[in-house]
Structure formats: structure tokens, C-alpha cells
């Protein structure tokens, strides 16, 4: 054995080299992933587990045993040149001799640098030198061939290798030599780092790469790279979601990688990083051709409930429902539909928000402008009711051109009418044109115009100061409404109830239902009021006041009422007047009951009087007064008819009395003494 033989041995049995040998056979495990799992997958940008997705690995090397370094034997036979026909013989070598010295150092120098060249875990381009069903042998320049199972090639229907001889491959260098002294290689180990070293300089690089989906997984699409597996989560793969992933297994795709680690064996692509890179591109070119009052074409992408958006290429448009048609528009999906083509005009751009108004009516000639040519004021026409509201119903008089009946316009005599009860829903009717707002593109139509107004024929029918019957209809704080004829009410206020009785609610007269005899008062036909009258079918009884009660004079009254600040009491016919608390008797009255009560019949006097206001003053301590005058004046005139001894008497007696009471006085002071 030689030194450098002693020296390779010795490198061989060293522990150290025997441990790194072992991680590098380790290290080829890892590159050897185990194929991915399918569903466990799950994308981590979409809060998923993020899978592993490895190398796959359809062949693990077998029988690789830790290299035993063995020196080689000196047997003294030489060494074997590999490629040679071992037939051949050769000649022995003289070691003895300096020739022989000099051959035996160039073959070991040669030998040595064989070993040098090929290092494990390196690739490097092999030749086939033969290929059967089990395995493929490659010759790459070492001293020995290796073998490849056929496994870790593609096989035709005949389960033959996709290589021929002198084909030249890529193979990797598992170990320069087994326990056997074998050669170990591997192709597909050579693929997969080859193709990891083209997608990790594609990632740095941002470059495209292509791949083919192979099924769908959890949470995306499993894709092939070559020997490769990927994972394409499903918010990657359009630009809205996917709805169906089994529409793209087979296709081979355009993608990037967004994500690449190396430690883990994790690829992860995205294609919608592309279709936006298009998208935007796309968008700036035509926000550029874009111009207002342009026709383009486009395809409705979404409904919304106030409109539709059109995808014109690379950027969507808006188009409002209310610029769908000229005619009125409740849902966008009554005009449009998701997928429709359409050829829509550009109504305005925002080049900074990207944003692009669209009408489609625009392309027809707004029937607004005409409108007042075809349908004058006055005329009548005939619409479909397209609508009813509470407060009236839209007549369509043609595509695009509508106009309201307001609920006031519906009937000359129902205030408070239904629309739904006038009209019915998608009914063609007649009405009149009453006013045309083409800037606002409002038309006001009339129903109850269609016939004759009934309040302008009533001044005629009912002149003022007419009696007739009518119904009560209904009745409120202010007075009571009568229906006169059908669907014409009239009013009579609460102070027309009675001329004698100051009435607070008008249910203390009347009920609804009863019927009554009214007078007409007033009929204002513009306004479609009446007012009525049920006192004013008896005379006033206050014509006849001034003459009958006239001020100082005395009448009889009972007390029908006690107030705070007098009491009233009833007159002859109904009629009342008030006694003022300060009236009812000379000294200061606190509470008028303490001087009458309700019932009580008293003469009183007349001092005030006003026919307009129609309030009558009485007066009970006017009364007594000139009561207690009247007895003084009798009392007097009694005592001048009396003879005059009487009166001679009577001062006599007067004077006696006198004298007396002075004595009797002028005693008593002097017993005091």
C-alpha cells in the first residue's frame, strides 16, 4: 500500500468525514419530499393551515450504507481501468523497475483525481450507456457506471424508460460508492434541485412560471412545477373568487411565487397577482381612450339595487338604474342582466378616483323634449297606471314620459279618497293635462277634471238662505259636518247651533245620523266650502230684545246659573242676563250663593243692554232699593194724612218722656253720691 492509499484510508475511517458523509444522505432525504396530502392543504395568507408542500418523492434511494473506507488491497494486481474489456490481458507491471514506478504513480495519480472531480451532493451530465425494466446505467466519468431505477424516469406504455442509449442527463451524486463499491445515483433528486434552483431564481426575480394543476386540495389548487409541488390558494387564483376549482384540473397556468421557503419545501403561487398586473394595465390604457359622450362596448358584471357595472375591458362603469331607461326603472333587473352585452354611453370620468359614470337611455332621444307639443295643457289622454302611492298614482302616457294624478286631483267631492280605491294597478284610464314641468320632467294630471265640477253648480242650485235636509256625518269640537248630497259636506259651526244657548261641544245638540233642517249661509266654490246654519231656521229672538227689555225697566227672572263673578238668569223666550256679584245687594257679596240659589224667581232690573254682543245687565240690588224708597215714601205719606190732635199728642207724650228720663237720671247720679 502506498501513502496516498494510507492517506485515503485514513480519511475514510475518520469519524468526522463519516458524519458529514451521513448528514449529506440526510440532507437528500429532506430534498426528498413525501407527496403532499391533498386536502390537509390549506392556504396561511388565508387564514388556513398553510400545507407543506415537499418534493415528491416516487423512489428513495435503497441499501445506501455509510461509506466503510476501506484502503484498497495491495495485491500487487494493479488496478482495473473501467471501460476496458476484461478479456484483454495485460501485461504485468515491473515495480521494480523505474518504467514500472512511473506507470503505477500516473494510474494512482489519475485514480486519485477521478475521486477528486465527482463530489457527493454534486450534479452533473451522465451518458446512458444501457437501459432495461429495471434500471438505467449512466456513465459520468467516474471509475465505476451508475444505476438509476427506472422508477425515477417516465415509462412508455411498455414500461420502458423515456431515454435511449447516448441520451445525455442531468444526475445527482448520492454516493461515489456503497459497501459494493457502487456507484449511487440519482435523476430525479437532479430534477427536483435543478427545478428548485429555476422557481427560486423566478421568486427573486418576479418572473412568470408555468405549472399544471393536478387536483383540487383544501383551500385551493395543487399545482405541478415540473417534480415539484405548489400550492395555489383559492383567493389567488381570479380576481373575484372562484367558484368552481374543477373547471381548471388539466390546465396548465400562468403564475407567480409569492412565497418560498426553502427550509420547509413551501411553494406558493398566485395568479391573480397577474390578472391584476392585466387588469391595471388594462385600466390606465383606457382611462386614457376614454372621452365623455363616447359609445363603448361592455358586459354587465353585477346587480345592485340602484344600478348595474360594466366591465368595459379592464375597467367598470356604473350605470345608475335611472340612466337604464327613459321610462321609470324599480330594479335594475328589469332592463339589464348579469353577462348582457351592452353599448352604453360615457357620461362622466374621474381619472383620479377611477371612476366612470354610464347611461344607456342617452343613445335615444329624450321624449321629454317634445312633450309639450304632443300632450298640451287641457287635452286629454289616455296612460297605464304604473304605480299608486298614498298621495296619488303614476300614469305612463308612453315609454319614458309619466305623469302624476295627485290624490286631490282623483275626485271633486272625496277629500280623504284611496288612490287604490280610484285606480287599479296596470289599469289604462283617461286624464286630463293640468301642468307640464319639462326641466323637472313632471306632468300633473286630473282625474275628477273628466266631469263637470259639482261645487260650481251649487251657488245655482243652493243659493244663500236655501233650507234643506241633511244627514249629520260627523261631529267635532268646532261644529258639525252635514252631508247635503252625496260626497258634499257642509259646515255649521258650533256658535250657528243655537241663538240662545252658548253651546261648548256641538254633541250636546246633535248626533251623528240625525237628520236636520239647515240654512245655507255661504258657498265658497273655489275653496269647495259650505256653511250652514241650524239656528237661523227660527228668528232671532234678540230682534225683539231692545223693544221688550228695555234698560230700567223690571222684569222676572230665574236663576239658571251661579258663576264665580254673578249669576245668570232666564228671561221671558230663553233669553239670559247676568247679575253681577256686584249687583246683588248693597254690602260686599264674597260668594254669590250666599245671596240666591239655582231655581229662585227674582224681580230684577234691566240696566244694560247690547242687541250686538247680545248680553242683557240685571240687577238685584237696584230692585230692593227702590223697594225700600217705595215704603219710606208710603211710610211718609201715611203720616201727613193722620188729624192734627193726634200729631199734638204724640209730641206732648214726646215731651213728657223726655222730662222724665232727665229726672230719673239726675236721681240716680245723686244716690251715686
Known sequence: MNEDSKKEQETTDDPTVEAETSNIIEGEDRLEPSAASGDESQSGDENQSEEQIEISEEHRVQDIHTVEGEAAEESGEGVIILGKDESEETPPIDETSSAGIAEISSLEEAYDNSLKAFAEGEIVKGSVINVDRDEVMVDIGFKSEGYIPVTEFEVDENGMPSVNAGDKIDVYIVRREDAEGQLILSKEIADQRLVWDEIAKAYEEERIVEGKVTQRIKGGLQVDLGKLRAFLPASQIELRPAQNFDQYIGQTLEMKVVKLSKRRRNIVLS???????????????????????????????????????????????????????????????????????????????????????????????????????????????????????????????????????????????????????????????????????????????????????????????????????????????????????????????????????????????????????????????????????????????????????????????????????????????????????????????????????????????????????????????????????????????????????????????????????????????????
Not at 352604453?344 to 377611477?354: A, G, K
Not at 244694560?608 to 225700600?628: C, F, M, N, W, Y
Open 271 to 673: 395568479r391573480r397577482v397577474l390578472l391584476e398586473e392585466e387588469l391595471a394595465s388594462k385600466r390606465t390604457a383606457i382611462l386614457e381612450d376614454l372621452e365623455i359622450g363616447q359609445i363603448r362596448s361592455g358586459v354587465v358584471k353585477g346587480l345592485t339595487t340602484f344600478g348595474a357595472f360594466v366591465d368595459l375591458g379592464g375597467i367598470d362603469g356604473l350605470l345608475h338604474k335611472t340612466d337604464m331607461s327613459w321610462s321609470r326603472v324599480n330594479h335594475p333587473s328589469e332592463v339589464v342582466s348579469v353577462g348582457d352585452e351592452l353599448e352604453v354611453m360615457v357620461l362622466s370620468i374621474n381619472r383620479e378616483n377611477e371612476k366612470v359614470s354610464l347611461g344607456l337611455k342617452q343613445k335615444t332621444i329624450d321624449p321629454w323634449e317634445t312633450v309639450d307639443e304632443r300632450y298640451p295643457i287641457g287635452s286629454t289622454i289616455k296612460g297605464k297606471v304604473v304605480g299608486i302611492v298614498n298621495y296619488g298614482a303614476f300614469l305612463e302616457l308612453e315609454e319614458g314620459v309619466e305623469g302624476l294624478i295627485h290624490i286631490s286631483e282623483m275626485s271633486w267631492t272625496r277629500r280623504s279618497i284611496a288612490p287604490s280605491k280610484a285606480v287599479a294597478k296596470d289599469e289604462v284610464i283617461e286624464a286630463v293635462i293640468l301642468d307640464i314641468d319639462k326641466g323637472s320632467q313632471k306632468l300633473s294630471l286630473g282625474l275628477k277634471q273628466l266631469h263637470p265640477n259639482p261645487w260650481e253648480l251649487l251657488e245655482t242650485k243652493y243659493p244663500v238662505g236655501t233650507k234643506l235636509l241633511g244627514r249629520v256625518r260627523n261631529l267635532t269640537n268646532f261644529g258639525a259636518f252635514v252631508e247635503i248630497e252625496e260626497g258634499i259636506d257642509g259646515l255649521i259651526h258650533v256658535s250657528d247651533l243655537s241663538w240662545l244657548k252658548r253651546v261648548i261641544d256641538p254633541r250636546e245638540v246633535l248626533k251623528e245620523g240625525d237628520e236636520v233642517e239647515v240654512m245655507v249661509l255661504n258657498i265658497d266654490s273655489t275653496e269647495q266650502k259650505i256653511s250652514l246654519g241650524l239656528k237661523q231656521i227660527e228668528p232671532d229672538p234678540w230682534i225683539q230684545v231692545p223693544n221688550k227689555y228695555k234698560i230700567g225697566s223690571a222684569v222676572r227672572g230665574t236663576i239658571v246659573n251661579l258663576t264665580n263673578f254673578g249669576v245668570f238668569a232666564q228671561l221671558g223666550d230663553g233669553i239670559e242676563g247676568l247679575i253681577h256679584i256686584s249687583e246683588l245687594a248693597e254690602h260686599r257679596v264674597e260668594k254669590p250663593e250666599e245671596i240666591v240659589s239655582v231655581g229662585d224667581e227674582l224681580d230684577l232690573k234691566v240696566i244694560h243692554l247690547d242687541p250686538t254682543e247680545r248680553r242683557i245687565g240685571l240687577s238685584l240690588k237696584a230692585v230692593q232699593a227702590e223697594q225700600e224708597r217705595a215704603t219710606i215714601t208710603q211710610y211718609q205719606q201715611k203720616q201727613q194724612q193722620q188729624p192734627q190732635r193726634q200729631r199734638e199728642e204724640q209730641e206732648e207724650l214726646t215731651v213728657f218722656g223726655g222730662l222724665l228720663k232727665e229726672e230719673l237720671n239726675k236721681s240716680g247720679s245723686e244716690d251715686e253720691g
